[in-house]
């Protein structure tokens, strides 16, 4: 097996003491992906492990990618991701895919933090309250994508202006004002979940724009999207990066 160095050390850091069955089945995918996962990837640029990690679990809920989001987060636990963080990806994940694609990983979080030892239900990280949600929520809104989003839950046809004014109260007062991960965080795995399941890409220029607007600058979210695509692969990676061109390009307008 021509493994590299740097890639048996990295996976031994994510999976001490862990031997995968594919080195027997296997062999010649786990050598060329191992060293591109594992190697060229995370050589390509200064990602802290951390940050990498919170990434890919995201894009693997984006993706739908259950059994690999199992055995990520162990590694991410081992490269200093709380168990606190993990649930927050989990939890705002439902507001962005929906709690049907998200069940599975609500469970799997769970089974894989019990064998853990880690007792649950964690600490609880809310904020806000049913009286003032709708408040702290389009606060969110306007410290991520500025003044012009504090009239928007008003906006829209009389048909239709629930779901703005739900997008402040729950997809930000319920999600984006806990505590756990910050506002970068939350944008970081926004953009992931965004990216991984595609056909979103008006969403995902905005909160490409978004992230740019708080932090996450364009060599930023470059990072990102290189660092998860062996597990969404090409054409999604390919039309996010699309999606991040254009919305840097629109901002420097």
């Given amino acids: 097996?021509?493994?590299t160095d740097f890639s048996k050390e990295y996976h031994e850091r994510m999976f001490p003491g862990h031997v995968?069955?594919?080195l027997e089945t296997d062999p010649e995918f786990i050598e060329f992906f191992d060293?591109?996962?594992f190697d060229e990837v995370v050589n390509q640029d200064d990602l802290d492990d951390c940050t990498r990690m919170i990434a890919i679990i995201a894009t693997l809920i984006g993706c739908q990618g259950i059994d690999e989001f199992k055995a990520i987060v162990p590694a991410a636990l081992n490269f200093g991701v709380t168990p606190v963080e993990v649930k927050e990806i989990v939890y705002q994940a439902v507001a962005y895919l929906g709690l049907g694609r998200v069940?599975?990983?609500l469970q799997g979080v769970n089974e894989v933090l019990t064998a853990k030892g880690i007792k649950l239900p964690l600490e609880g990280q809310s904020n806000t309250t049913r009286e003032n949600r709708l408040e702290k929520g389009i606060q969110a809104q306007v410290d991520i994508f500025g003044d012009g989003m504090k009239e928007f839950y008003k906006?829209?046809?009389e048909e239709t202006r629930h779901i703005n004014h739900w997008l402040a109260d729950n997809c930000f007062g319920d999600y984006y004002t806990r505590s756990g991960l910050d506002y970068k965080q939350r944008e970081i795995?926004?953009?992931c979940f965004l990216s991984a399941q595609g056909g979103c890409e008006p969403q995902l220029k905005s909160h490409a724009s978004a992230n740019m607007k708080i932090g996450n600058d364009k060599q930023f979210l470059i990072k990102i999207i290189s660092q998860c695509l062996p597990?969404?692969?090409y054409?999604?990676?390919l039309n996010t990066l699309h999606c991040v061109n254009d919305a840097a390009a629109q901002m420097n307008k």
């Fill in 231 to 233: 597990f969404i692969g």
């Fill in 235 to 237: 054409p999604r990676s």
């Fill in 189 to 191: 795995i926004t953009f």
């Fill in 103 to 105: 069940f599975p990983f």
């Fill in 35 to 37: 060293n591109f996962a």
């Fill in 20 to 22: 995968s069955k594919f």
């Fill in 155 to 157: 906006s829209g046809s």
């Fill in 1 to 3: 097996m021509a493994i």
